[in-house]
């Protein structure tokens, strides 16, 4: 279960706590309840975030020289930072992303989902499949992102590479070839990260301001460009892909009787694109009644836990609006929340508005695929075509 923690893992039985061994012999506490999980995510003096960004499987020292021969380093920064400067730089980058800024984007946004959707209309009308993650997912969140923090002016295909091998490189089960090839790719595109953190504009010039180090501010921008734009994308093909099974809400949709941020919210619930994420135990305390020693790794299984029943009366239905939709930990919780949370929401709803009539009469040729992974999901393709017998 461990690195496919969606589908039927999810659906399965589980306790509340339980412990599971990993692929190199690893022993991690698996935390399953939404209280639970939300408890460990908000006290960060208990459960400290030092091990959010470890590699999962442990990188042998061939490719560590790899990463060393382009300076490779991640000091704490976001999501792995317990340290007093956390706040001070998280508060930048929530600068960068906030809410009034976020809504600024949506006219751009529409105008370029509509015209994608009209081209994507246009092939399935002519017989021509169209895979959605590619001509309509993948990139959207980077090129909002980049509006937004000022990225670096690098092609946006070379971007979604590297962000996939840091995905793989630091979360996925690997043998030691395909770490050595990873971590080529990684270090590379860090090491141009390195050249814009030091002279670009934009957050890295906020954060040079603040009188954060270049490997501060190459870490900002690294966590953005990996978690800050392809967990959303990985997200849109997850919900577009759910919502094909879900003909009623595309119904509602059309019919203005169902909204789509509530589409949106149920999908993060039963969809979300990050499954787990790892905290550390700092001192010797207790979960659910088991007891947890310090230096123990602690897994959220936050897929799991938007599927409490004390949450939500309907776990395993897509019911855009049910109370308690909303509690879902897509996003985590406390300190280290995550600060794209409403581009995030802004970039789904306005796919949902524009993209859920594709889905009408049609079939699915490719479903998602994703490799086996401890965090998160990364679907490949999502691919469909005009169903002849719809005509």
Known sequence: ??????????????????????????????????????RVLADPATFRPDNALDAVTPIPVAALRVLAAHRFRLPPTLANNGGASHPQIRGIVADALHPT??????????????????????????????DLHADLAADLPLLVLARLVELPDAPVGAVKEFARAALELFWAPLDADRQAALAAEVGRFHRALRAFAATGGGLAARLRAAGHRTDVVVGALFFLLVAGQETTSQFLTLLLHRLTAEPAVRAGLRAGTVEAADVVEEGLRLEPPIVTWRRTAAVDTALGGTAVAAGTSVVLWLARAGRDPEVVAAPDEFR?????SRRHLAFGAGAHRCVGAQLARLEAAVV????????????????????????FRMPDAFVIARDPAAD
């Open 320 to 324: 855009p609006g049910q109370p308690g």
């Open 352 to 375: 949902v508005t524009e993209a859920a009539g594709l889905l009408d009469g049609v079939r699915v040729l490719r479903p998602p695929w994703c490799p086996d992974n401890l965090t």
């Open 1 to 38: 279960m461990l690195f496919r923690g969606w589908g039927d893992a999810v659906d399965g039985r589980w306790p509340d706590v339980a412990v599971v061994t990993d692929h190199v012999g690893v022993a991690h506490l698996v935390v399953t309840r939404h209280a639970l999980v939300r």
């Open 101 to 130: 800024r976020v809504a600024a984007q949506r006219p751009w946004l529409t105008a370029l989902v509509r015209d994608r959707v009209a081209r994507l209309r246009a092939a399935l009308d002519a017989g021509v499949p169209v």
